[in-house]
Protein backbone atom coordinates (compact mmCIF):
# COMPACT_ATOMS: atom_id res chain seq x y z
CA UNK A 1 0.00 0.00 0.00
CA UNK A 2 2.71 2.49 0.68
CA UNK A 3 4.17 2.80 -2.72
CA UNK A 4 1.06 3.00 -3.78
CA UNK A 5 -0.15 5.80 -1.62
CA UNK A 6 3.43 7.33 -2.84
CA UNK A 7 2.93 6.90 -6.26
CA UNK A 8 -0.72 8.87 -5.92
CA UNK A 9 0.92 11.58 -3.94
CA UNK A 10 3.56 12.55 -6.37
CA UNK A 11 0.95 12.46 -9.24
CA UNK A 12 -1.35 14.64 -7.32
CA UNK A 13 1.37 17.09 -6.23
CA UNK A 14 2.27 17.41 -10.28
CA UNK A 15 -1.33 18.22 -10.78
CA UNK A 16 -2.57 14.92 -12.10
CA UNK A 17 -6.04 13.81 -11.67
CA UNK A 18 -6.59 9.78 -10.24
CA UNK A 19 -9.68 7.58 -9.34
CA UNK A 20 -9.13 6.02 -6.10
CA UNK A 21 -11.32 4.17 -3.23
CA UNK A 22 -12.60 6.26 -0.36
CA UNK A 23 -14.52 5.41 2.29
CA UNK A 24 -17.65 5.55 -0.11
CA UNK A 25 -17.73 4.87 -3.78
CA UNK A 26 -15.09 5.34 -5.97
CA UNK A 27 -13.94 8.82 -6.79
CA UNK A 28 -12.51 11.27 -8.85
CA UNK A 29 -9.51 12.99 -7.26
CA UNK A 30 -7.02 15.78 -6.69
CA UNK A 31 -5.37 17.91 -4.65
CA UNK A 32 -7.65 20.19 -3.38
CA UNK A 33 -5.32 23.12 -3.46
CA UNK A 34 -4.68 22.73 -7.15
CA UNK A 35 -7.14 25.14 -9.17
CA UNK A 36 -6.23 24.04 -12.50
CA UNK A 37 -6.75 20.14 -11.40
CA UNK A 38 -9.72 21.05 -9.98
CA UNK A 39 -10.75 22.33 -12.87
CA UNK A 40 -9.96 19.49 -15.12
CA UNK A 41 -12.21 17.06 -12.86
CA UNK A 42 -15.26 19.55 -14.26
CA UNK A 43 -14.40 19.28 -17.41
CA UNK A 44 -14.44 15.58 -17.01
CA UNK A 45 -17.33 15.34 -15.46
CA UNK A 46 -19.03 17.63 -17.53
CA UNK A 47 -20.27 19.48 -14.14
CA UNK A 48 -21.41 22.76 -13.87
CA UNK A 49 -19.13 24.62 -12.19
CA UNK A 50 -22.04 26.52 -9.69
CA UNK A 51 -21.64 22.69 -8.02
CA UNK A 52 -19.48 22.33 -5.61
CA UNK A 53 -17.60 19.37 -4.72
CA UNK A 54 -16.41 17.40 -1.28
CA UNK A 55 -12.85 17.60 -0.23
CA UNK A 56 -11.63 14.86 2.64
CA UNK A 57 -9.20 15.41 4.78
CA UNK A 58 -7.36 12.85 7.55
CA UNK A 59 -8.06 14.56 10.65
CA UNK A 60 -10.23 17.40 12.56
CA UNK A 61 -7.45 18.94 13.25
CA UNK A 62 -6.66 19.87 10.54
CA UNK A 63 -10.23 21.63 9.38
CA UNK A 64 -9.04 25.29 10.81
CA UNK A 65 -6.85 25.21 7.67
CA UNK A 66 -9.94 25.11 5.48
CA UNK A 67 -13.18 26.36 7.75
CA UNK A 68 -12.64 30.37 8.82
CA UNK A 69 -15.36 29.66 11.50
CA UNK A 70 -15.81 25.96 13.21
CA UNK A 71 -19.44 26.21 14.77
CA UNK A 72 -19.04 24.43 18.33
CA UNK A 73 -21.36 21.81 17.40
CA UNK A 74 -19.25 20.22 14.74
CA UNK A 75 -16.33 19.25 17.60
CA UNK A 76 -19.39 17.18 19.34
CA UNK A 77 -20.51 15.97 16.16
CA UNK A 78 -17.14 14.55 14.58
CA UNK A 79 -16.06 12.55 17.10
CA UNK A 80 -19.14 10.48 17.41
CA UNK A 81 -19.32 9.81 13.79
CA UNK A 82 -19.64 6.18 13.09
CA UNK A 83 -20.44 6.04 8.91
CA UNK A 84 -18.88 8.16 6.44
CA UNK A 85 -20.27 11.70 6.80
CA UNK A 86 -19.45 14.95 4.86
CA UNK A 87 -20.07 18.48 6.68
CA UNK A 88 -20.84 21.47 4.76
CA UNK A 89 -19.01 24.40 6.74
CA UNK A 90 -19.93 27.73 6.48
CA UNK A 91 -17.06 30.08 5.62
CA UNK A 92 -14.07 28.06 3.52
CA UNK A 93 -11.03 29.57 3.38
CA UNK A 94 -7.53 28.58 1.74
CA UNK A 95 -8.90 26.67 -1.46
CA UNK A 96 -9.64 27.74 -5.09
CA UNK A 97 -12.67 29.47 -6.05
CA UNK A 98 -13.94 27.13 -7.58
CA UNK A 99 -14.36 24.67 -5.03
CA UNK A 100 -16.64 27.22 -2.48
CA UNK A 101 -20.04 27.24 -3.06
CA UNK A 102 -21.13 30.65 -3.83
CA UNK A 103 -22.47 30.80 -0.29
CA UNK A 104 -19.20 30.18 0.97
CA UNK A 105 -19.14 27.00 2.28
CA UNK A 106 -17.29 23.77 1.67
CA UNK A 107 -18.21 20.17 2.14
CA UNK A 108 -15.87 18.38 4.22
CA UNK A 109 -15.73 15.08 5.21
CA UNK A 110 -12.94 13.18 7.74
CA UNK A 111 -12.61 9.57 6.22
CA UNK A 112 -12.81 6.36 7.72
CA UNK A 113 -10.88 4.69 4.97
CA UNK A 114 -7.29 4.09 5.88
CA UNK A 115 -5.63 4.53 2.21
CA UNK A 116 -7.55 7.53 1.96
CA UNK A 117 -5.87 8.87 5.22
CA UNK A 118 -2.53 8.07 4.02
CA UNK A 119 -2.93 9.26 1.11
CA UNK A 120 -4.05 12.58 2.28
CA UNK A 121 -0.87 12.42 4.95
CA UNK A 122 1.77 11.97 2.24
CA UNK A 123 0.26 14.54 -0.23
CA UNK A 124 0.10 17.09 2.51
CA UNK A 125 -3.60 19.28 1.02
CA UNK A 126 -6.89 17.41 1.01
CA UNK A 127 -7.86 16.04 -2.43
CA UNK A 128 -11.28 16.45 -3.95
CA UNK A 129 -13.71 13.14 -4.05
CA UNK A 130 -16.60 13.31 -6.45
CA UNK A 131 -18.02 10.32 -7.75
CA UNK A 132 -16.25 8.54 -10.61
CA UNK A 133 -19.05 9.68 -13.36
CA UNK A 134 -20.17 11.97 -15.82
CA UNK A 135 -22.77 14.41 -14.40
CA UNK A 136 -25.98 13.54 -14.06
CA UNK A 137 -24.81 9.34 -14.90
CA UNK A 138 -25.54 6.88 -12.10
CA UNK A 139 -22.92 6.60 -9.26
CA UNK A 140 -20.88 3.62 -10.11
CA UNK A 141 -21.98 1.07 -7.35
CA UNK A 142 -18.57 -0.71 -7.83
CA UNK A 143 -14.96 -0.24 -9.98
CA UNK A 144 -16.82 -2.38 -12.95
CA UNK A 145 -19.45 0.38 -13.23
CA UNK A 146 -17.00 3.39 -14.03
CA UNK A 147 -17.37 3.92 -17.56
CA UNK A 148 -14.45 3.49 -20.07
CA UNK A 149 -14.49 7.33 -21.01
CA UNK A 150 -13.81 8.34 -17.20
CA UNK A 151 -11.19 5.68 -16.84
CA UNK A 152 -9.36 7.16 -20.52
CA UNK A 153 -8.68 10.60 -18.74
CA UNK A 154 -7.11 9.59 -15.93
CA UNK A 155 -3.59 10.12 -15.44
CA UNK A 156 -3.83 6.86 -12.88
CA UNK A 157 -6.54 3.97 -11.53
CA UNK A 158 -5.86 2.62 -8.22
CA UNK A 159 -5.46 -1.38 -8.26
CA UNK A 160 -8.89 -2.35 -7.09
CA UNK A 161 -7.81 -4.26 -4.29
CA UNK A 162 -7.12 -0.88 -2.42
CA UNK A 163 -10.60 -0.49 -1.99
CA UNK A 164 -12.35 -1.69 1.68
CA UNK A 165 -15.88 -0.07 1.10
CA UNK A 166 -18.54 -2.11 1.65
CA UNK A 167 -21.32 -0.01 1.58
CA UNK A 168 -21.28 2.10 -1.65
CA UNK A 169 -23.50 5.04 -1.36
CA UNK A 170 -22.94 8.55 -0.81
CA UNK A 171 -22.10 9.67 2.52
CA UNK A 172 -24.83 11.26 4.77
CA UNK A 173 -24.58 15.30 4.49
CA UNK A 174 -25.20 17.50 7.33
CA UNK A 175 -24.89 21.36 6.85
CA UNK A 176 -24.41 23.57 9.83
CA UNK A 177 -26.38 26.37 10.14
CA UNK A 178 -25.35 27.97 12.86
CA UNK A 179 -22.87 27.22 16.27
CA UNK A 180 -25.97 25.32 17.56
CA UNK A 181 -27.71 23.47 14.74
CA UNK A 182 -27.57 21.96 12.01
CA UNK A 183 -29.65 19.92 9.07
CA UNK A 184 -29.96 16.64 7.39
CA UNK A 185 -29.60 17.09 3.32
CA UNK A 186 -29.29 13.12 2.79
CA UNK A 187 -29.25 10.70 5.58
Not at 39 to 66: C, G, H, T, V
Not at 92 to 105: R, S
Not at 148 to 175: G, W
Request: charged share 25%; with cysteine.
Amino acid sequence: MEQEIEKCAELLRAGKVIVYPTDTVWGIGCDATNEKAVERIYQIKRRNEKKSMIILLDSAERLPMYVDHIPMIAWDLIPHVSRPTTFIYPTAKNLPPILIHNDGTIAIRIVLNEFCKKLIRALGHPIVSTSANVADAPTPQAFSDISTEIIAQMDHVVPQEFATSVDYKPSRLIKFLDDYNFTIIRD
